[in-house]
T-cell receptor, first 113, second 113 residues
Framework: SQKIEQNSEALNIQEGKTATLTCNYT??????LQWYRQDPGRGPVFLLL?????KEKRKERLKVTFDTTLKQSLFHITASQPADSATYLC????????????FGKGNQVVVIP | DTAVSQTPKYLVTQMGNDKSIKCEQN?????MYWYKQDSKKFLKIMFS???????INETVPNRFSPKSPDKAHLNLHINSLELGDSAVYFC????????????FGPGTRLTVT
């Protein structure tokens, strides 16, 4: 069966350190993958998109990697700040051409001042 | 200047009632979506429209009927509400089909009693 797995335990991290989140998937062949941030009571906000032929993407303090052999994406927040505390969702493109996304359950990050 | 707006934000209603949720986007996007986020926080696609044409129609009860009067609006009508319909419903839009980021609305929390 198809699965998208993100760590269900919250990641508690000290301010200034790098937070690393993992998204593993099985029985998908996504053409691209997206990461979103969701704050309590709000809609998800897009952060980064990475395509299957790209190894790494960066945006400010964020970095995403995509390994289609391992079927894994890693999401890094460098120099983390308390304002980075949120839930981060991994989303896979289920089929190309209609932007149909399958979301993981999300991984909560808590940055401790 | 809200990009994707939904009304109402909260909806409390009794089983068996019919209700609608409205969504509007002012981004000039061609594609709009409805998602359901249940109590376990899984975000699942329900429908998508591109230029008023139905593109994605997931396996949802036919009590749920989307309507797109124009490409800036996508409404969701739910007939004969059931307890299991209680969830947060998110509307989203993207520039078009393909590998574009999705912009989410603030969500409508539906509670069926």
């Amino acid at each position: 069966s198809q699965k998208i797995e993100q760590n269900s335990e919250a990641l508690n991290i000290q301010e200034g350190k790098t937070a690393t989140l993992t998204c593993n998937y099985t029985n998908y062949s996504p053409a691209y993958l997206q990461w979103y941030r969701q704050d309590p009571g709000r809609g998800p906000v897009f952060l980064l998109l990475i395509r299957e032929n790209e190894k790494e993407k960066r945006k400010e303090r964020l970095k995403v990697t995509f390994d289609t052999t391992l079927k894994q994406s890693l999401f890094h927040i460098t120099a983390s700040q308390p304002a980075d505390s949120a839930t981060y969702l991994c989303a896979l493109a289920v089929s190309y051409g209609n932007n149909r996304l399958a979301f993981g359950k999300g991984n909560q990050v808590v940055v401790i001042p | 200047d809200t990009a994707v707006s939904q009304t109402p934000k909260y909806l409390v209603t009794q089983m068996g009632n019919d209700k609608s949720i409205k969504c509007e986007q002012n981004l000039g996007h061609d594609t709009m979506y409805w998602y359901k986020q249940d109590s376990k926080k899984f975000l699942k696609i329900m429908f998508s429209y591109n230029n008023k044409e139905l593109i994605i129609n997931e396996t949802v009860p036919n009590r749920f009927s989307p309507k797109s009067p124009d490409k800036a609006h996508l409404n969701l009508h739910i007939n004969s509400l059931e307890l299991g319909d209680s969830a947060v419903y998110f509307c989203a839009s993207s520039q078009s089909l393909g590998d574009y980021e999705q912009y989410f609305g603030p969500g409508t929390r539906l509670t069926v009693t």
